[in-house]
Structures are given as structure tokens and as C-alpha cells.
């Protein structure tokens, strides 16, 4: 049985770990092949570790063991010019471009807004917010020369939607990925190119489930783990969970991609677990 993205190739950034690897092997899974690209280093005003280039050899050894093929590169999407050279040598070697997956992305900081520091707020906006801009804007002419249209999903968050203390800056970054992901969807519409943007509540990724997350939502304790956590979280949702998984995202990814989405442009998709209802 045919895939529900057969033969169709996908640009995916942050593709070393987290959402954007599983991403990566939900779509391969359904017949398609990955250009995957990730910084693969630090970014200093990140807490957390980011990936390493062991993380995305991994995921290109995923997506192989699904029988197809894959095109790595290191690139950090604050930087358009390595981004087009890592997809036009992408398309150049697999033939084609249908689907974008804007996912990079990083937190860092944890002030209120008016404590933010200058550096926090220009990484944030600069990845989150400009590096969705540049990662289509590298990609767009492959599917315009294609001439079969193509879906790009943008990854906003339930930050996107509403506000969260402590996270002004991500916040203000993810409402403006629905700016783009709108303006890009009006713009692009005649071509048949589609442009949606998934909301994911909190998810199973180093992202979230780190130290200072943990120290965030329970700065009572003095050493909170993840079950500590959980009670706290769960209150967020209207079904009783404190996070989703990265599968949950990569099903609504592999669905806005699919033809299973052809008429869907202009969204924004929560997978929230009724966040968005409180
Ligand atoms: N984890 C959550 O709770 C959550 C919730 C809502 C939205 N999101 C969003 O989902 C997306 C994926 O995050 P994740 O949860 O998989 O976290 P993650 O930290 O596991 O993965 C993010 C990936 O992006 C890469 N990256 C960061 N900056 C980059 C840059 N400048 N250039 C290229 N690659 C870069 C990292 O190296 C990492 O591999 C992000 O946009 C994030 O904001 C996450």
C-alpha cells in the first residue's frame, strides 16, 4: 500500500532530535525523503544542551532503516545563505521539494518581560521567529519550480495562541510564526501551496522536560523531577496529562502534509490536550 506522503521530499529543520526527528521518521515512514538539517552546536543563551552531529547521524540512520533516503547538513537558521545551500543541494540530490517543516527552535531566559535580557530577546526572535522566515523563504522556490504546489507547516506553540509568563520573548516569537504562517498562506495560495501551523502544548523533548522547566513550575521544591512537575502541568490541559509526545505532533505534521490536507490552508492546529480551552 501506497504512503500517505509517497515519493514527495521534505525540508525539516531541528531535525536532530526532539519533534523535528520523529518528524523525520513519521513522514519516511510514509514514503517520503528528508533533507534534515540542525545547528548541531550551542547557542550561548540557551540553557540546555542542543543537538550534536552524533543526534542527527542518528536520525538519518532512522529514516534509512524506513528504506529511504536522506540529505544532512549542519546549518543554523539564523543563516539564510547556509540554509539555501543545504536545500538547494537537498532538492539537487533528491529530485524535488512538496513538504517544509519549520520546527527549529529554543527557549532560553525564563524572566518575566520586563527583566528579559537583550541577548535572550535577540536569540529568541532571531531563531524562532526569523529562522521560520528564512527556512521558507530557502525553500519556496524548489516547490514553485516544481510547479505542484506543496505544504509548509510552521511550528508555533500553545504559545502562539496565548500568553505564558516567564516566556514573553517565545511567547511574542511564536504569536509572530502565525503572522508569517498567514501572510505566507495568502501569498502562496494560487500556486496550490498550502501553509499551516501546529500548537503543541508541552512536549516530551529536551525542551521541556529540563531543570529549569521543572525549577519554573515548581519553584516550591528545592530538587523537582518530572512526576513533581506532572501534578502542575496537568493543570494546564482538559484531558488529565502533562505532556504529549513527539509522535502526537509528527501524526498532525504528517496529516497537514499529506493530500489527506489538500484544501486545508491558513490554520492554526492545536495539539494541546484542551489547553487552549482554559
Ligand atoms: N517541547 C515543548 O514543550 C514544545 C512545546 C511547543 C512548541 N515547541 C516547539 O517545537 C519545536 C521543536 O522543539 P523540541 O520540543 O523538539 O525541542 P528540542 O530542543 O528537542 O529540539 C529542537 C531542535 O532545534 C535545533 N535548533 C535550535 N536552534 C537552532 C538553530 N538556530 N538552527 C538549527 N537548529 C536549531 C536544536 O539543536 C534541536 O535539535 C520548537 O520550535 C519548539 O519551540 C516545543
Not at 53 to 60: F, K, N, V
Not at 170 to 185: D, N, S
Amino acid at each position: 500500500m501506497a504512503g500517505r506522503v509517497e515519493g514527495k521530499v521534505a525540508f525539516i529543520t531541528g531535525a536532530a532530535r526532539g519533534q523535528g526527528r520523529s518528524h523525520a521518521v513519521r513522514l519516511a515512514q510514509e514514503g517520503a525523503d528528508i533533507i534534515a538539517v540542525d545547528i548541531c552546536k550551542q547557542i550561548d543563551s540557551v540553557q540546555i544542551p542542543l543537538s550534536t552531529p552524533e543526534d542527527l547521524a542518528e536520525t538519518a540512520d532512522l529514516v534509512k532503516g524506513h528504506d529511504r533516503r536522506i540529505y544532512t547538513a549542519e546549518v543554523d537558521v539564523r543563516d539564510y545563505g547556509a540554509l539555501k545551500a543545504a536545500v538547494d543541494a537537498g532538492v539537487e540530490q533528491l529530485g524535488r521539494l512538496d513538504i517544509i517543516v519549520a520546527n527549529a527552535g529554543i527557549g532560553n531566559g525564563g524572566a518575566t518581560l520586563d527583566r528579559t535580557s537583550e541577548r535572550d530577546w535577540t536569540d529568541m526572535i532571531d531563531v524562532n521567529l526569523g529562522g521560520v522566515w528564512k527556512t521558507v523563504k530557502a525553500g519556496v522556490p524548489h516547490m514553485l519550480a516544481g510547479g505542484r504546489g506543496g505544504s509548509i507547516i510552521l511550528t508555533s506553540s500553545v504559545g502562539g495562541l496565548k500568553a505564558y509568563p516567564h516566556t514573553g520573548h517565545y511567547v511574542a516569537a511564536k504569536h509572530g510564526v502565525v503572522g508569517l504562517m498567514r501572510t505566507f498562506a495568502v501569498e502562496l495560495g494560487q500556486h496550490m501551496i498550502r501553509v499551516n501551523s501546529v500548537h503543541p502544548t508541552n512536549v516530551n523533548t529536551p525542551l521541556f522536560l529540563n531543570e529549569g522547566t521543572m525549577k519554573l513550575f515548581r519553584p516550591d521544591l528545592e530538587n523537582p523531577g518530572p512526576d513533581d512537575m506532572k501534578v502542575v502541568a496537568q493543570m494546564m490541559h482538559t484531558l488529565p496529562i502533562g505532556w504529549v509526545e513527539p509522535e502526537d505532533i509528527s501524526n498532525a505534521v504528517l496529516f497537514l502534509a499529506s493530500d489527506e490536507a489538500r484544501y486545508i490552508t491558513g490554520v492554526t492546529l492545536p495539539v494541546d490536550a484542551g489547553s487552549c480551552l482554559k
